[in-house]
C-alpha cells in the first residue's frame, strides 16, 4: 500500500473503529440503563401487589370479627382464621422479597399485636361476652351485642388502624426507597451518552485533520501541478511547482517533468 492511500485508509479506519467502539459501549451502558429501570418497575409493581393484598387481608378480617363480636356470628371464626393466616403470609413473603427490611418493622409488630388478639377473642370471646349458652342462643339474629361492640372499640379498632397504618406506610415507604434509585438512572443515562458525545467530538477532529492534510499534501499540490502544467502548455512558462510534496504526489510531479524535458530534446 503506497503513502497516500495508505493515510486516507488509516484516517477513515479511525473513523469506523471509533464509531464502532462508541456504539457498542453506549449499547451496553443503554443496556444497563434498561434493565435498571425494569427492576424498578417491577419491584414498584410487586410492593404494591404485596400492599394490596395485605389490605385486603386485613379488611376482611376486620368484617369477620365485627360479625363475630358484635353480632355474634361464630361461622365468621373460620373466615377470621384464614385471613390472619393470609395476612402473616403475605408480610413473610414481604420480608423475604425486601431488600431493606427495616420499612417492616412496624408493620410486623402491628400484625403480631393484632393476631394475639384475634386468637384470644377466637378462644375466650364467649367467656368475656358473660352471656350464658342459653342467653347467646335466644338472642334474636342481627341483634348487637353491647359488651362484643366494647370490646371491638376498645380494644381491637385500635390496632387494625394501627395495622392499617403500618400497611401504608411500607407502600409509601418503598415509593420514597425508589428516588435514590431513580437518580442513580439519570446517572446512567449520562453514562451511556457520554461515549457518543465524546465520540462525536473526538470524529469532528480526525475529519478536519484529514481534511487539512488531505487539502496540504494532495489536493493543493494537483492544483499547481494543473495550473503550472497547463502555462507550460499554453505559453511555454516553465514548469514548477513549489511546496512540499510527498509520496504518489512528488512522483507524479517529477513523471511530469520528465516528460516536459523529454519533449525539449531534439529528436534524431
Known amino acids: 500500500m ?3 492511500r495508505k493515510r486516507v485508509t488509516v ?8 464509531l464502532f467502539f462508541s456504539g457498542m459501549v453506549s449499547l451496553l451502558e443503554l443496556g444497563h440503563l434498561s434493565r435498571d429501570t425494569g427492576e424498578i418497575l417491577k419491584a414498584n409493581a410487586r410492593n404494591i401487589e404485596l400492599a394490596k393484598e395485605m389490605l385486603d387481608a386485613a379488611h376482611e378480617q376486620n368484617m369477620a ?7 355474634g356470628d361464630r361461622s365468621r371464626d373460620s373466615l377470621c382464621r384464614a385471613c390472619m393466616d393470609r395476612l402473616e403470609n403475605t408480610l413473610l413473603v414481604a420480608q423475604n422479597e425486601a431488600l431493606d427490611k427495616s420499612f417492616l418493622d412496624s408493620l410486623a409488630f402491628a400484625t403480631t399485636e393484632l393476631r394475639i388478639v384475634t386468637d384470644n377473642y377466637l378462644a375466650y370471646g364467649d367467656l368475656r361476652s358473660g352471656d350464658s349458652l342459653a342467653v347467646r342462643k335466644n338472642r334474636p339474629a342481627g341483634m ?25 406506610n411500607y407502600m409509601t415507604s418503598t415509593q420514597s426507597s425508589l428516588a435514590p434509585r431513580a437518580e442513580q ?3 446512567n ?14 470524529m469532528i477532529a480526525i475529519v478536519l485533520m484529514l481534511f487539512y492534510f488531505m487539502s496540504l499534501y494532495c489536493i493543493t499540490p494537483i492544483e499547481r501541478m494543473n495550473k503550472s502544467l497547463g502555462d507550460w502548455l499554453a505559453f511555454r512558462i516553465p514548469f514548477t511547482v513549489k511546496g ?3 509520496d504518489e ?3 507524479l510531479k517529477e513523471r511530469i517533468e520528465t516528460v516536459i524535458n523529454q519533449s525539449k530534446q531534439p529528436k534524431a
Open 11 to 18: 484516517g477513515f479506519l479511525s473513523i469506523v473503529c471509533l
Open 189 to 202: 443515562a449520562y453514562r451511556a451518552v457520554t461515549p457518543v458525545l465524546i465520540s462525536v467530538a473526538v
Open 2 to 4: 503506497t503513502g497516500l
Open 244 to 246: 512540499d510534496l510527498k
Open 65 to 71: 370479627l365485627i360479625r363475630l363480636s358484635v353480632f
Open 185 to 187: 438512572m439519570k446517572k
Open 144 to 168: 348487637p351485642d353491647s359488651l362484643g361492640i366494647k370490646w371491638y372499640n376498645d380494644e381491637y379498632e385500635a390496632l387494625y388502624g394501627r395495622l392499617t397504618a403500618a400497611i401504608k
Open 249 to 251: 504526489v512528488l512522483e
